[in-house]
């Protein structure tokens, strides 16, 4: 077939347009082929930086110590002015409270304004000078009596309270606490006035309860808070001590008000906010009102093991707590505290109906079981009611330490053939006491040094005179009551002995702090029974005792090298 000819002229206007086409193709390709451009970085925001903390002012410090010099030469310049007969009583007792009621003045104006600190240091001079006047005209001048002057120091610490709730001053709270506080010792007279104490301070401490709700603030008031609760205790026992039997029931009745209000400052109820350390504050309240009310119980000449039956109530108490204060805090912070006051409780209600010699093992249970509150606490992440919780088993640890170290003692020198081993209070302090050093020395620093020398001594002289005490009463005859035997002294060392090579071959495993503290005791273990062995015992041993000796310190040593070899070579090499 004939191919038909071709067009060689194409229309002008159809190239033109076909070109523009694939350029416009190959500019696509080729942008679609480049890399994209990196996204424009985000514009840094701004963030506000933290305002910084303040420093104290040392205008505040100045002020301060101003404030204290200033009533001290007030106080001398008085003498000095009355010994040269150029002030009257009249007119000394106006300056007087012209004086302080202008700085008191002055300092309610700097709390109410931008100087709150220098207003509370001069809050202080203001409120000594006007207490210092009042007891001036009270006790020198006798122009009223002193309850009267009592009453004028009460109405002045009234108004630094509504002072403090106005500027929502914690530190002007304080300042009005110790005046109110100090007040009844300033006007005191002698005579028995317990349950009129009770009731001022209950007064005092209810209308200072106010101001952190006035001002709505107070959960981070802790000077103010401890302030309220360890001044009030302190005054409230030698009126426990002292109480006439005919005031002894309606003090009582004081006590268990008192004890409410400081559950009142520890716990803030009512209040969004949450207090801080509110535990500690009640752990201490509660301790103290369980020491006063066996002080008050003892004043009503009633049965000491009757005395249970409000310790139990206190435990009941404690749990009962339980579930409402952790809808306060919103959490479990208050749990382990709480259940170591009932457990403590608990224990106390048992020798109390008893028999007081149980009073150890007793203090020993609490240790215990504020030790592992406090571990259970710090895992919890509770760390702040953790180290309160950890400091109150301390302190409760060395109690029972020291009782144990008289107890014990005398058990075992004087009494030592006449206790069953194991089943007396002197083994059970020393067990409980050492169980709660352990719990404490787990934590490290500078209380778990402290709780680690304290449990090589408690668990290594406990369980050494123990074995002596097993193999005295084993002894047939019985030996002389007093001191233990040549048995039993052996008995010691070897313990010793066995304990130091225990700790040293354990120790070789360990690292860093752990290593050097079980090696040093092992060494001193060792080194304290191959001393008590060559400078004691072999004086008073006879020869198969003396064989008994060697052998045994020998072979503990020697069995211990060779097991600290075989499990680790590598640190002995």
Request: with cysteine.
């Amino acid at each position: 077939m004939a191919e038909l000819p071709q067009d060689q002229s194409a229309s002008p206007d159809l190239t033109e347009r076909v070109a523009r086409l694939e350029a416009q193709v190959a500019w696509l390709l080729q942008r679609q082929q480049a890399p994209a451009p990196p996204p424009a970085a985000p514009r840094p925001r701004k963030v506000p930086a933290a305002a910084p903390r303040k420093p104290i002012s040392p205008v505040v410090w100045i002020a301060g110590a101003a404030a204290s010099l200033f009533l001290v030469g007030a106080t001398f310049f008085f003498h000095w002015a009355i010994q040269q007969g150029w002030l009257g009583a009249e007119l000394r007792f106006a300056l007087g409270l012209l004086v302080g009621a202008a700085i008191a003045g002055t300092a309610g104006r700097l709390i109410l304004g931008e100087g709150r600190r220098l207003g509370v240091a001069l809050l202080l001079a203001g409120l000594g000078t006007l207490q210092f006047t009042f007891r001036a005209g009270a006790m020198a001048y006798h122009f009223y009596p002193a309850t009267l002057g009592l009453v004028a120091a009460a109405l002045v610490t009234l108004v630094a309270g509504g002072l403090a709730a106005r500027g929502r001053s914690g530190g002007a709270l304080t300042v009005a606490l110790v005046s109110g506080l100090a007040a009844p010792l300033v006007f005191s007279q002698g005579g028995h006035h317990e349950v009129a104490l009770a009731v001022y301070l209950a007064v005092l401490m209810a209308a200072a309860l106010a101001v952190p709700y006035l001002a709505k603030a107070g959960e981070a008031w802790h000077g103010a808070r401890w302030t309220a609760l360890i001044g009030t205790w302190l005054l409230l026992l030698p009126a426990c001590t002292e109480v006439l039997k005919a005031d002894a029931p309606a003090l009582a009745g004081l006590l268990a008000l008192h004890l409410a209000l400081a559950g009142g400052w520890a716990w803030l109820p009512g209040r969004e906010e949450k207090p801080g350390t509110p535990t500690v504050l009640w752990l201490v309240a509660s301790i103290l009102a369980t020491t006063y009310g066996g002080l008050v119980w003892k004043r009503l000449d009633l049965a000491p093991e009757a005395f249970a039956a409000p310790v139990l109530i206190l435990a009941a108490l404690n749990l009962a707590l339980v579930k409402p204060l952790r809808r306060r805090l919103g959490g479990r912070q208050a749990d382990w505290g709480l259940l170591a006051l009932a457990a403590g409780h608990l224990a106390l209600a048992v020798p109390v109906a008893l028999a007081w010699r149980w009073v150890g093992p007793l203090w020993g249970v609490f240790a215990l079981g504020l030790a592992w509150a406090s571990r259970k606490a710090e895992e919890g992440e509770f760390a702040q009611e953790a180290t309160a919780l950890r400091w109150l088993a301390a302190g409760m640890a060395l109690l029972t330490t020291f009782r144990w170290a008289f107890h014990g003692l005398d058990s075992l020198f004087f009494h030592g053939s006449g206790s069953v081993p194991f089943l007396h209070a002197a083994f059970v302090e020393g067990a409980l006491a050492s169980a709660a050093w352990f719990l404490l020395t787990r934590r490290g620093g500078p209380l778990g040094l402290v709780s680690f020398l304290a449990l090589e001594v408690t668990a290594n002289v406990t369980l050494a005179f123990e074995a002596a005490r097993l193999v005295q009463w084993l002894q047939t005859p019985a030996p002389a009551a007093w001191g233990p035997s040549r048995a039993a002294s052996i008995a010691m060392t070897l313990v010793w002995a066995l304990s130091g090579a225990w700790q040293w071959m354990r120790g070789l495993g360990q690292r860093d702090t752990a290593r050097r503290a079980l090696l040093a005791a092992g060494y001193a273990w060792m080194g304290i029974a191959s001393f008590k062995l060559i400078v004691s015992d072999l004086d008073r041993a006879d020869t198969p005792l003396r064989a008994l000796a060697f052998l045994g310190v020998g072979a503990i040593g020697m069995a211990a090298a060779i097991l600290a070899h075989r499990h680790h070579p590598e640190g002995n090499a």
